[in-house]
């Protein structure tokens, strides 16, 4: 058998379902944007690494505000909203240059959202054959890269957001 080592997943095997409150209103009010991977901070909304990638570079995009459904978005939250995902993708293929991106909104549960009460829009940069066989296989994604060695490019650009 092969053993992967990936010290850095019991904190979050350990914290699952645990947590309290939410991270998408705790993070941005601690005021330590390095630590939490904020890379940007709009009026409305704010950009965050996912801690928990897909691949290099994921990112979330979550207004500040404590709302679970798209539709609840104010005219400006919705505006600034997608105007910094525009951004942030233009962010991506300046610093990572991928061949693609999956953006997508997971409202509910049964969608498949990870925080369901906070809303958010995921930005997953994609590369011809970023997937192997470990995912297929072993059911296992590998992840190429830190992320604070991501924070750290993505940072350095993100004035351009």
Request: overall charge negative; charged content about 20%; proline content about 5%.
């Amino acid at each position: 058998m092969e053993h992967i080592w990936a010290p850095w997943r019991m904190e979050y095997v350990q914290t699952m379902g645990k947590e309290e409150g939410c991270i998408l209103c705790d993070k941005p009010k601690q005021g330590n944007d390095a630590a939490n991977y904020i890379l940007y901070r709009g009026d409305k909304n704010f950009v965050i690494m996912n801690t928990y990638p897909y691949n290099p570079g994921h990112l979330m995009i979550a207004p500040y505000r404590h709302i679970a459904n798209l539709e609840e978005l104010t005219d400006e939250e919705f505006h600034e909203h997608f105007e910094i995902v525009s951004r942030s993708i233009k962010l991506l293929r300046q610093v990572f240059n991928p061949g693609g991106f999956n953006i997508g909104i997971n409202m509910g549960k049964v969608a498949g959202a990870g925080i369901e009460e906070h809303l958010h829009t995921h930005i997953v940069p994609r590369w011809q054959a970023d997937t192997n066989f470990m995912p297929v296989i072993f059911d296992t994604k590998v992840i190429s890269e830190a992320l604070a060695e991501t924070y750290k490019k993505l940072k350095g650009a993100a004035s351009s957001l």
